[in-house]
């Protein structure tokens, strides 16, 4: 069926000037982008953000809420260690947004996309009632991607950054959670603006034996739970090591459930054959980096605190995580 | 923010037991599919049904809608000559729709896949108010890949199959035009279950030179005006010379209007240098051709009776098909 009139000119706009790449052959305004051959083995993914579901407008800017749709990508492909390379994005449309919210999303989506050097070769335009965007997102492998079933027993668990800060910001953008000042701000932009940590991914991915890794999009728990129920094994996690941020803990205190459970992270959950210090390791990668945790042999995540006492068990061989 | 339970499950449903290509290095169940090396160029494309545009799910069967929502994609790749490779599939998914259904779909889907040999090597599942399956395709050059901006004065312009088949379709569907019988079953049957003339692009695509090329997925005349606004010259169009079906003719006469803006044929349109007998074309290329004019050097396109009265014109330079 057609489209609205116009899809050209938006899918124009929204790819804006090409970097002339050797990589992009044809851009937008064929029936394919056309692509170099690509000498690496070559990530994809794909990924929607939908109104109502993932984002409200009343949140943030559309600038804002175009770059957040490709660092949901892009930390995926983080998540393996690849380095990303090109994309394509479908906008299905709703009545009732101007071309000013389409300058804006499309504005902070090419500039998220320049400065993680990502060409956004195409698109498709469609009516909908709900405003949508999917992204689907091309990277390649320097060395070895990273994966989730390589996690062995007596792993060392490591994540980036602090992990909550997004759900806590999530829930006082919903007004659930009251909050203000700085601590406010900061945990809201970590809902609004994540970062893909696609640098520390292709570091990590350099190291030997090759880290088993994920990205946190769902909450650390369920995140850890797709490693171990890949990987066939357990893990014991210490409560009292998880990176808390000091606004979290200044608007929501020590209460951990939320940075075990919310969602929206994208920092990197990653398992090390090798013991290396934090310090080490924050050097190495340029961001922040806590052990939280090592896999186990028995099929069970373990939460513990300093004592060593048990707070949480999952087990089931990680059965909880899929419908009966 | 997370997804419903069962994401996992129901992507490695979607993707069933993925045929063991060299191309699939890894498929579902991480954060990216990963892919051998492309030695050739690749093209991509994503194209996205949406239920209430593109789409009603009374008028058909889950299965059918699961092998148009990837036909539409392969479509594009067949436009350009390309040899479609893998995909991945958004479907943002709203209430209401039970497990047979979405069986329903994957088994369309797979089958039209692997009809295609095209692995689907993963997809992501979200929650929304309005059904929707969202395809990114890439696929392979073998040759030449046949662009749009190629058309040059003297070619002759020729499309595959029938054209206007499944706009009567979808116009009898939405009860706007009556029909009964056979004619009614095909009808229907083109719009419901389109088939990409991906082995036709791909013979086309060897052709010296190689032909400019589009799939008819927005109408005749306005595909057309791509293809000529890309090239920058005109064309000629006989009106009589247009491949209205029988089933057509019998349910809305000698009126090529449908034929001409309808729209989701997914035949080919194509120019050729050199013209070659449609049955000399039909036998290489395997369906049905029909040369329907030629190129012009004046930047307008005419539609003319077999007596060469002009019926219509379309100038500007095309911009018609652009919003001011």
Redesign the interface.
Known sequence: ???P??E??LIARLCGKLPRTRRV??GP????????????????????M?E???FNLQWGTPAMLGARALNVNL???A??G?VPT?C???L?VRPGLDAGFFDGLYRGLRKAAAEAAVAV????I?????L?I?I?L??E?ETQ?M???TARPGDKVYVTGNIGDAALG?RILQNKIPAVGSARNQLVKRFLQPRAQVAAGRKLARLQPTPAA??IS??LW?DLG?ILE?SGVGARIISTRLPLSAAYRRVYGDDCDLALSG??DYELLFCLRNEISEAALRRHLGVAVSCIGEITRDKQALLVNSTGNISAVSHRGWDQ???S
């Open positions: 069926m057609k489209e009139p116009g050209f000119e052959i044809l305004g064929d029936d394919c982008a056309l692509l170099a051959p690509s000498p690496r083995p070559q990530l994809i993914t794909v990924d929607s939908v109502g579901v993932h930390s995926d492909i998540a393996m690849g090109s394509v994005v479908n299905a070769v195409g698109g498709n469609t009516r909908a009632n709900q949508s999917t689907t091309l990277g492998v991607a994966r989730r079933d999530l994920i990205d769902d909450g369920q797709h890949c969602g929206d995580l899929r419908p």
